[in-house]
């Protein structure tokens, strides 16, 4: 902690009297105290260093820090061919692995253009949306952390868990998948997969509402988030906000809907967005809506692609992996939804090497954190607490 | 006044509902849930109670097929040294020595029947480097490199995490390099005795032709 020093003496003071109403009292003699919230503060979810600048316990500039989880993804990028690009992708987005990957496919892809088998495509699209739920109930979890609610992280935890088992099961590995590959998938799932995730839907659905009734309905938790870090619409698009923080303002932007790839467009879901009845459009109850609906949206999309998910004996999905992937030279880039908003790739080819002349991502959370600085403003401490746990950032996309 | 009232009587219930979930929880937690892996057909089906596993005397179970520790048939590897030049964090060191042609039966065949032209003395995976991606074993023409489903190998040293699998002694990969070295300096005499003449106007040949094929 370090003392600024004293105010002007016609310094203004911003008090938050009670829920609604923040008074500014000027002609006040106050000190201006920088406090660093993290890199360890437990709320901060990973490595993210807030500098804020308090005036008691009003916050009058909260400025991010980054960096301390850089791990030099575009120089990577230079130095390894395409497909050993993958296991990086999961490495930015460590809760949603599957929804990166399918991003950076579908950009090489699009770059190559190559046609990509229908049961490929299904498989991708079940194992982002398993993915897209995992990340959703960290999210939440997390949150209801932040705000002193221990137990429904314990709920989300115990559910994650079968997903993490699912796609275990059918990639190898936990967390970190390298599952899709480009021009089709490491496996073919195994036999029991389409059962096993059916028995899964319908063992999740209930949980969820319940985690509705333990976190959403909470009195506290609303208390805590509504009206708080409200973002006008406008502010959001001009921001650059993607995913179920636009949402959260009342945009209805959804890239499986609004640039749609893969199978999406064949696929009934809605994308949710708050009508302003149970939170203030824009606020951080909004937000954390948003992804509690979302979730039972991708069970809609999951029940869909199994039903539609053609089944052919003796499927190869290395097949039409190209042996070497050299693509023509050309620039290209491809885009998704991720759970935190709008992945995207950018990539260049010079038509000679294996390698990517150059490779960069668009991280969503990286884009959505940039705002904290507004959204910051006025707000007290505790509220600012709230405030970083509905941007639901992850700081190994953040830094790259 | 009516709304204070109304506000209390919100905040009690959804938590009295929140506690009741707690509750039901709680009530369960007499019983527990056993640690049947997901391809187990009943994995669904197993009691709500603790789902906790009291590790390391219970473990989840890892599928057959999951990606962990890096294992090595070196009986089967032709030292080809694919993985070595797929791996991106470069985990895979190997070193590999010309069999001489009458070591080709001592050398042996992989069990796919392809004959093994190459010793491999070095073999070294570094494990704690290894990010698991999977790629060396799709890269691997007899698939003699693949993952083993065996996630705990923590070490206290960093050291232990280097697994070596080269199938020569360091005595013995010494023999077979001098030996190697020897024959092919024999070889070379060979050529320089005999073949000298006839080589020659081979490379001459060839300039003469490139000009001419591009005009």
Redesign the interface.
Known sequence: MQELGKAESNSTRIIRQDDKRVIIEKDLDTEYMVLSMGPQHPSTHGVLRLECITDGEVVVEAEPYLGYLHRCFEKYCENVDYPGIVPYTDRMDYLAGMNSELAYCITVEKLLDIEIPRRVEFIRVIVSELNRIASHLVAIGTYGIDLGAFTPFLFCFRDREHIMNLLEWISGARMLYNYIWIGGLAYDVPADFKKRVAEFVTYFRPKAVELCKLLTENEIFVKRTYDIGIMPADVAINYGWSGPMLRGSGVKWDLRRNDPYSVYPELDFDVPVPDGKFSVVGDCLSRHLVRALEMEESLKIIEQCLDKMPEVQGFDSRALIPKKIRPKAGEVYGRAENPRGELGYYIVSDGKSTKPLRCKARSSCFVNLSAMKDLSKGQLIPDLVAIIGSIDIVLGEVDR | MSEYFS?IK??AT??A??MA??LKHFFNAVKRKGDA???D?D??RQVDGL?TLQYPKEV?P??P???YRLYVNIDDCIGCRQCER?C?VECIAIETIKTTNDDLAVCGKTSGGQQKRMWVPLFDIDTAKC?????CQ?VCPTDCLY?TAVADFSEFDVRNMMYHFGNLSKIEAEAKRKKLAEQQAQAAKEKAATGAPAAKPAPKAAPQQKPGGAE
């Open positions: 506000n919100t905040g959804t938590i509902t929140g979930i707690t892996g997901i391809d057909a994995y669904f789902c989840i890892t599928p097929h999951g990606r797929a991106p990010m698991t991606c999977g790629i799709s993952h």
